[in-house]
């Protein structure tokens, strides 16, 4: 059915995309649908002007295998295959390249939009300019992307990558925020494995690889998960280490594991956890396979899957809170550079010294099992939210969020966005609020009616077998950004 339609009966609509990187237990109501999920090529690489033409459902793998051809990639690339160029537009996209090109949005040109009342516009800089910027991170509440102009940077064939062993969390807090001031980095982030050992990873792009140098790789079943390859190499290591990853496999490094979440599949089907498991049970520890199991089985609901951006300075705090609270590694760290105000993005309201740019935050990763009783799993995730607003954090809206409304409009401009979705026509759709928030009750309810779901091992044997039967398991089995098949990205 036509949105025209809907916005003329005035019947609120929402809209399917086709998968999902969410990790919402999504409590899903019969209505109306708009079926976008066709959208998904890659239309034009401009290589004069350095820009891609592409729908929203394109997945970050073949658009990276579409411009790396031509010597290009995006500046900020999403570390899962799956997730969409839609989807960084409009949530919160954000990656090791973050402290220099900011959040995934901020490397859009511009943006094709259906209005709620099945207007079409071109969203820019220029054009509908406060519609181009309150729509990103807006998860779909101000209209229906269907095209967006993307810029891309000259590609490498490496990643010249440099492991920085840290002792103390302070350290390695500290060593992040000394390395994104460092002009010639292109990539930094870090992982906490403990209080005593955290590394922080710095990268550059680069063609050149030295004659005796053998290329590390992480996407084939024989190679080591990303995570544990960095813990092995740095748990005694006092010096940098350096390695050159091929570009597609450094882009793409935590895929397999899903960083560190596939390992709970093993905790939880308490099946032993080695390289030799690993290699065999490959095809369902990838990431579109790992979503689809997560929401299939039911575990998304007592599972902590929380994106927490704060200031630098309140990172060790918030840090040693989750470690006494939640007992949760490793934790990922990921710096990242603010957008503009306002915006439904993570931000923080502090300048450097001239007053006018605002200052970096710092992403901390929190993923592990919660409580497995819900009443108290959603406490200590109210817990969580509470500390976080007391240190002047906010989270990332992809995952559960439990604030109250009051408390949600408190961090952000609720008249602008109220605006907007008058001004736009908007009102039919799911407001960012109805989008984000998780509503207890009918969680408990929709946890009751799937009660089989929640005993061992019923829920995890039900989550594998539709990640069997789902497309993401094809796609899985079928993907094509490995480094031996992009070109220039050979081994």
Known sequence: MPVQHYFKRREPFRIHHGSTNSTRQTVYRRGNVVDISALSRVLKIDTKAKTAIVEPNVPMDRLVESTIKHGLIPPVVMEFPGITAGGGFAGTGGESSS????????????????????????????????????????????????????????????????????????????????????????????????????????????????????????????????????????????????????????????????????????????????????????????????????????????????????????????????????????????????????????????????????????????????????????????ELERKLRGLRGMKWLYAQTYYKENEFWDMYDRQWYSGLRKKYNAESLPSVWDKAKVDPDAQRQAMDSSWPLQCWPLGGIWGLRKAIESREYLIARNSTWKARDVPGQGR
């Open 99 to 382: 402290f220099k090109y900011g959040f995934f949005n901020e490397n859009v040109n511009s943006v094709e939009i259906v209005l709620g009342n099945g207007d079409i516009v071109t969203a820019s800089d220029k054009e509908n300019p406060d519609l181009f910027y309150g729509a990103s991170g807006a998860v779909g509440s101000l209209g229906i992307t269907t095209l967006l102009e993307l810029q891309l940077i000259e590609a490498k064939k490496y990643v010249k990558v440099t492991y920085h062993s840290m002792r103390s969390i302070p350290e390695a807090i500290e060593k992040v925020g000394e390395e994104i001031l460092n002009p010639e980095l292109d990539y930094v982030d870090g992982i906490l494995f403990s209080k005593d050992h955290g590394v922080v990873v710095t990268g550059c792009l680069t063609d050149d690889l030295p004659a005796t140098t053998r290329v590390r790789t992480f996407s084939d079943a024989n190679d080591p998960w990303y995570y544990l390859h960095v813990k092995e190499k740095t748990l005694w290591s006092v010096e940098p280490i350096t390695e050159y990853i091929p570009l597609a496999e450094y882009l793409f490094r935590y895929d397999r594991g899903g960083f560190w979440v596939g390992a709970s599949a093993f905790e939880y089907f308490k099946f032993p956890f080695n390289k030799f498991t690993r290699w065999w049970l490959d095809d369902f520890l990838h990431t579109r396979m790992l979503y689809k199991a997560l929401h299939a089985s039911g575990q998304s609901r007592n599972y902590i899957v929380q994106d927490l951006a704060l200031p630098f300075s309140k990172a060790e705090e918030f840090i040693n809170y989750t470690i006494d609270s939640f007992g949760i590694w490793p934790m990922w760290l990921c710096p990242l550079r603010q957008g503009r105000l306002p915006t439904l993005h993570p931000y923080l309201s502090e300048t450097e010294a001239d007053g006018e740019t605002l200052k970096p935050m710092l992403n901390v990763g929190l993923w592990g099992f919660g409580p497995a009783q819900y009443d108290k799993f959603v406490a200590k995730n109210r």
